[in-house]
Structures are given as structure tokens and as C-alpha cells.
């Protein structure tokens, strides 16, 4: 029967477009493209490639603490990855997150880290969320809490736009936003080993951001696990 239905419907490699076997996402030549980094190759704190020594934390961690404890990538924003991540963010493809979250739980693994006593998600605004039916990072944080077996916690909410706020510019408001997260369960956090998802890094603000409404509440430690790095 599925032969039948890849005769007519065959399945595509996302990447390449190839027809491939119904049940992978990529072609064998592509998913050999899909290589995860080496923590070794990084900063051990903020991942960053500019070390001098292996596992020597990078001058800009030498002289001034992270906000994040530790923050990780599992692969470089480009190929591949890039085109996944993409995929499930913009073309209606939630299920890929299950995939991927396994790469987030396996570069867990790899990276020795200790085992958190939740996993929480970056948030997006209701807007989005409207536009898009679902959240991706929430979606894979709740893969990598099902794989390590610790419990996903709802504990960020993005800050909507108040109506004191409407008088600035809308520049002005998309900043604001894209920076202020709130606590729904401070209670929760103090003394706490609290693992963080999110799908790309890319300026580090937003776990920044993030983190900061954290440490308020005085976790134990904060560590941000991302899918991509770019
Ligand atoms: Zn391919
Ligand atoms: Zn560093």
C-alpha cells in the first residue's frame, strides 16, 4: 500500500527535494550534511568559537560573567539545519520538532551537563502564536523533557504591548517587546537547575533577556540549549 502511495505521492527530501523513502525527512546525502558541533570546539560557558585551548573559557567570559550559566548549540545555522528549522517554524510542519528534539537531547548528552530539574521554553507573543497555531521552541522543549524525563514547566510569558505603551513609535514597541519577558512561576525558580530551549541563537539577546527576568528569582543554575547557532 505505501508503495503505491510513494509511486503517486512520493515524499521529498526537505532540502534537496529529492524523492526519498516515506517515512525519513532527508535524503542520505543530506542528512550527511546535518553534523553536530563539538562542544570541545567552543567555549564551555557561551559556546562562542574564538578559544584559545580546549575546554578554556573565551576571554569575553573570562572578564565578565554570563548572564546565561551555560549556553549550547547543536548545529551551525546553515545547509540542512537551517532549512529544518525553517521549515518548522514558517511552513506549518510541527512535527518535525519530534526529530530534532532527539539532536537537542543527544547534544545534552554530550555536553555532560547536569540533569536540570525542569525544562522551560523561550516564549512567543499571542500574535504569533495566533498566526502560527503553535510555538516551536515550547514544542521542543516538551520533546527534550520527554527524552530526559523531567518535567516541562510554563514558566515565561512575552510582555504584550500595554496601552501606556502605544504612544511610542512602533520600532520603539517591537523593541520593548522583543525584550521583556515576565515570571509566571517565580516560585519556582529559586535554588533550581533550570534548562531553557529555544530553536536559533543569534545575537544571544533573547536568552539574555530571559535569563535576567530569571535571575531575579535566584535560580541554582541557568543552562540555554538552542537547535542552531548562527
Ligand atoms: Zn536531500
Ligand atoms: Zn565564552
Redesign the pocket.
Known sequence: MSYFFDLFWPTL?I????P?SSKKI??A??LSELTTINPLSRCPRCFSDEIDNVGKICSSCSEKKPTVDYVASVFDYLGPAKKLVHELKYHDRPYLAKSLGSYLFLQFLELQWPEPDYIISVPQSFSRFLDRGYNQSELLAKEVSKLLQKPYVKMLKKTEVSISQAKLTLKERQKLQAHSFSVLQPELVQDKVILLIDDVYTTGTTLECCAKSLQEYHPHRLYALTLCRS
Open positions: 527530501c532540502q534537496c527535494q529529492e526519498i532527508l535524503c546525502p543530506c
